[in-house]
């Protein structure tokens, strides 16, 4: 076996222990956190968010952590300020199951909510920590490709998403709704963008992040080293656009960041024109 693919192997093994021990401690110091304030997470649910989704956080940096020397991570543009102050949804492009880990890295310390597909839930230990830590869940069907969803769940869905941008917790979405097998950016969704177009006084803050394809490609199992270039951008403001120019202009804002990564391509890395005919990768 050739020496690379061996290294690869070892990174896949190694990976999926840390990964799998993290994911069980989180779990326990969650559940322990959960019955220890279930008076306090009754009278204020944020809270659910901000200790146990931030244990859950704080371990899944961790195991990211324990990867470091295998994988390098460099922040091109850093997190403007405010972030905690503000009704903020982050947009983020989605090229791999690594990029969890990597805004995680980003926002760590700063309550968030994630959107997530609901059969992440049920991954064993995985989806129950996720779940524990608090996440707004997307329930997607097989109709239309599988981009069709469950009668009244978005509506459901951003009705939670409000009520915690009002309660300070930033709300993070892949706006693509899926992984690009490519690594090339897709086309936005206009889900959460009507969200923020109904309701200005949110901001959109958009995240770029380069090569995490390369590091976990879809449809492996196996891992590979290298380095996750993250670019944030500045503040969008809903005011005043409507929701196709709120998509669009979070495209273009994501889509210049990722030109600041040095592993950009400008043949490879055009965006694409058309979206996904069919949802998902598997889990």
């Known amino acids: 076996m050739e020496p690379y693919k061996i290294l690869c192997f070892l990174l896949t093994v190694y990976f999926y222990t840390v990964v799998s021990i993290t994911l069980l401690i989180s779990f326990i110091v969650q559940c322990v956190e959960a019955f220890v304030l279930f008076p306090l997470l009754v009278i204020k649910p944020k809270l ?3 200790i146990l989704g931030q244990t859950h956080l704080g371990l ?19 997190l403007p300020s405010g972030v905690s102050s503000k009704k903020v949804i982050v947009m983020v492009n989605h090229t791999s199951k ?19 597909k609901r059969a992440l839930l049920k991954v064993p230990v995985a989806g129950w920590a996720q779940y524990m830590a608090g996440c707004l869940v997307v329930r997607f069907t ?27 917790i930033i ?20 889900g959460f963008f009507r969200l923020a177009a109904e309701n200005p006084d949110i901001s959109i803050l958009p995240i770029a992040m380069h090569n995490n394809g390369k590091l976990w490609p879809v449809n ?5 080293p290298g380095t996750s270039y993250i670019a944030v951008g ?9 929701t196709e120019q709120l998509r669009d ?30 949802r998902g990768h598997g889990l």
């Open 48 to 50: 659910r968010v901000v």
């Open 60 to 78: 899944m940096e961790l195991a990211y952590l324990l990867c470091r020397p295998f994988w390098g991570k460099r922040i091109l543009r850093p």
């Open 98 to 116: 690594v990029d969890p880990w990597v805004v995680g890295s980003v926002l760590l310390g700063i309550p968030a909510m994630y959107v997530i």
């Open 142 to 168: 097989k109709e239309k490709g599988g981009w069709g969803t469950e009668p009244g769940a978005v509506q459901e869905m951003m009705k939670e998403a409000l009520k915690a941008l009002s309660d300070g």
């Open 171 to 190: 709300v993070v979405v892949f706006p693509e709704g899926t992984r690009s097998v490519t690594g090339r950016l897709q086309p936005f969704r206009n």
């Open 220 to 224: 492996s199992s196996i891992l590979y």
């Open 234 to 242: 500045d503040y969008i403001s809903a005011e005043g656009l409507t």
């Open 249 to 278: 202009k979070t495209h273009d804002a994501i889509f210049d960041l990722l030109k600041l990564s040095p592993e950009f391509d400008p043949l490879r890395d055009q965006p694409l024109k058309e979206a996904a005919s069919e």
